[in-house]
């Protein structure tokens, strides 16, 4: 069956400490990967997205992630974590095959606490 | 252009009453999707459609759900006589598709929905 997994649930850093964030898949198929951040209340925003090339990818906000196939991974990485990081982050997969990126599973998500 | 965006951003209804999301896309994108997602949870993928047309339709939408698209721009998401397990955040997104190129998927801030 086709899943994510983010295996931490919640995690606390200190403001300025460096951030990994785990992401697991298990799809048949080549897939598009994606992290997305959502405040309280608020919708989806896009962190950034893998479809193809280059495994290390950049986002905004200073996030990049790392596409591992071997591992199955797309881990969320940020050097210097800012208080205002404080939200939730889901990682999804998507088949590439279909070319449809916004049918999407997501993992169950990450709450990230930021300490001062 | 102001993104995707949902209306009501909060609807509280009796159990056994009907209710009606509206969501607008970006208006260039030829794809709108709709998730749910519960308290705790990622989002799950509900319905797509491409223009007017609805592709695909997840298991998860009961024949309690309906969802249209009547002209290929904004969509409605009607659920019948709801009950308290339909309390959740109904997110939207939309991407465009031009020839083989997707674009990725864009969030608006969701409907939450109580049922008491």
């Known amino acids: 069956a086709q899943s994510v997994t983010q295996p931490d649930i919640h995690i606390t850093v200190s403001e300025g400490a460096s951030l990994e964030l785990r992401c697991n898949y298990s799809?048949?198929?080549?897939?598009?990967l994606f992290w997305y951040v959502q405040s309280p209340g608020q919708g989806l925003q896009l962190l950034l997205k893998y479809f193809s090339g280059d495994t290390l990818v950049q986002g905004i906000k200073g996030f990049e992630a790392e596409f591992k196939r071997s591992q199955s991974s797309f881990n969320l990485r940020k050097p210097s974590v800012h208080w205002s990081d404080a939200a939730e982050y889901f990682c999804a997969v998507g088949a590439a095959r279909s070319g449809n990126t916004g049918k999407l599973i997501f993992g169950q998500g990450t709450t990230l606490q930021v300490k001062p | 252009d102001t993104g995707v965006s949902q209306d009501p951003r909060h609807k509280i209804t009796k159990r056994g009453q009907n209710v009606t999301f509206r969501c607008d896309p970006i208006?260039?994108?030829?794809?709108l999707y709709w998730y749910r997602q519960t308290l705790g949870q990622g989002p799950e993928f509900l319905t797509y459609?491409?223009?007017?047309?609805?592709?695909?339709k997840s298991r998860l939408l009961s024949d309690r759900f309906s969802a249209e698209r009547p002209k290929g721009s904004f969509s409605t998401l009607e659920i019948q006589r709801t009950e308290q397990g339909d309390s959740a955040m109904y997110l939207c997104?939309?991407?465009?598709?031009?020839?083989?190129?997707?674009?990725?998927?864009?969030f608006g801030q969701g409907t939450r929905l109580t049922v008491v």
């Open positions: 459609f491409q223009n007017e047309a609805q592709l695909e």
């Open positions: 997104a939309s991407s465009l598709l031009q020839g083989r190129m997707n674009t990725e998927a864009f």
């Open positions: 208006s260039e994108h030829n794809r």
């Open positions: 799809y048949g198929a080549t897939p598009y």
